[in-house]
């Protein structure tokens, strides 16, 4: 089975950079079968499709959050990271890792695998 685990900080301070790693098991993010997204949800607000690795690690973004985004991977542990610079409370939402054979999309029946989240908050 597979099972996509999120882990980070749950508190981020305002100008820092936001680094939360997602963890796959069950499959690999170097085979082509699938890509591999980070999506989040602010409070009160629509999912949000940040961007997704391949399986060989080239990257897509969100085009409103690409001067600030970054993805990268390890794959001896079959993570993936996602990497958001000088952050605000505005990036204040739920993260969610997610994986599937499409990328781009925000309707929560495209992705076969989801992690179950994790609340990050930037306050300080």
């Known amino acids: 089975q597979v099972q996509l685990v999120e882990s980070g900080p749950g508190l981020v301070k305002p100008s820092q950079t936001l680094s939360l790693i997602c963890t796959v098991s069950g499959d690999s993010i170097t085979t082509s079968s699938n890509y591999w997204s980070w999506i989040r949800q602010p409070p009160g607000k629509d999912l949000e499709w940040m961007g997704a690795?391949?399986?060989?690690?080239?990257?897509y973004y969100n085009p409103s959050l690409k001067s600030r985004t970054s993805l990268s991977r390890d794959t001896s542990k079959n993570q993936f990271t996602l990497h958001v610079s000088s952050v605000t409370p505005e990036d204040t939402a739920m993260y969610y890792c997610?994986?599937?054979?499409?990328?781009?999309?925000?309707?929560?029946?495209?992705?076969?695998?989801w992690g179950r989240g994790t609340q990050v908050t930037v306050s300080s």
């Open positions: 690795i391949t399986y060989s690690g080239g990257a």
């Open positions: 997610a994986g599937g054979p499409r990328w781009g999309s925000t309707l929560l029946d495209e992705y076969p695998y």
